[in-house]
């Protein structure tokens, strides 16, 4: 079925350590986001990428970086994490088009203690 | 910049009963109008969209969205709800731009009594 691999699905992280959420996509979308949900706060984006190659910074990006070598891949990196980033990470794709709807992943939800 | 509001943070109704969750946004020309359905420990999917044309749009599920330009709103309804449709629902506004520009409002929990 294609779609959206998000991994892990869940992880607890002690504060300082580096994790990378990982991202797969086989839809062969150019634009890939990464976004974190918090309560009363809805989903804000972290970082985006249009195609491959390139990356953006979302409304959120302080502590986090991406890479995008090729189109299906879109991993996230906490360098080192702070409990502030406990969240629940979505990674969501879609084609370039203007209006083009967003393909979600099932989430990875990270505690950092 | 664009925004979304969602005001109704939780609305609880009754199995059968009709459904409305609001959506107002704010911009200065027609925005792409989004809702977006959010099971339980999943991620999000879409229910409908609304770019230009007809305003009252048709999505999945049953779910229908009218855009009132007047009343900068685009709110979700639904004639008769079922246990199924316990959610999250988040309305999102994006602009003419890439979905980089995309803003999500913070989400209607929705609650099946029956």
């Known amino acids: 079925i294609a779609g959206i691999t998000q991994a892990p699905t869940s992880q607890i992280l002690a504060a300082g350590r580096r994790m990378t959420l990982r991202c797969t996509q086989d839809m062969r979308h150019n634009a890939m986001y990464w976004y974190r949900q918090d309560l009363g706060l809805g989903l804000r984006l972290i970082h985006y990428s249009n195609t491959a190659g390139t990356t953006g910074k979302g409304e959120v990006p302080d502590g986090y970086s991406v890479s995008r070598a090729n189109t299906d891949d879109f991993p996230l990196t906490l360098a080192s994490a702070v409990p502030s980033q406990t969240s629940v990470y979505f990674c969501?794709?879609?084609?370039?088009?203007?209006?083009?709807?967003?393909?979600f992943g099932n989430g990875t939800r990270l505690t950092v203690t | 910049a664009q925004s979304v509001t969602q005001p109704d943070i939780h609305i609880t109704v009754s199995e059968g009963a009709s459904l409305e969750l609001r959506c107002n946004y704010s911009y200065g020309a027609t925005p792409y109008l989004f809702w977006y359905v959010q099971s339980p420990g999943q991620g999000l999917q879409l229910l409908l969209k609304?770019?230009?044309?007809?305003?009252l749009v048709q999505g999945i599920k049953g779910f229908e969205a009218e855009f009132k330009r007047s009343q900068s709103s685009f709110n979700l309804r639904k004639p008769s709800v079922h246990w199924s449709d316990a959610a999250e629902y988040f309305c999102?506004?994006?602009?003419?731009?890439?979905?980089?520009?995309?803003?999500f409002g913070t989400g209607t929990r929705l609650t099946i009594i029956p």
């Open positions: 609304y770019f230009s044309g007809d305003t």
């Open positions: 969501a794709s879609s084609a370039r088009d203007r209006g083009s709807p967003l393909h």
């Open positions: 999102a506004v994006g602009v003419n731009f890439g979905n980089e520009k995309l803003t």
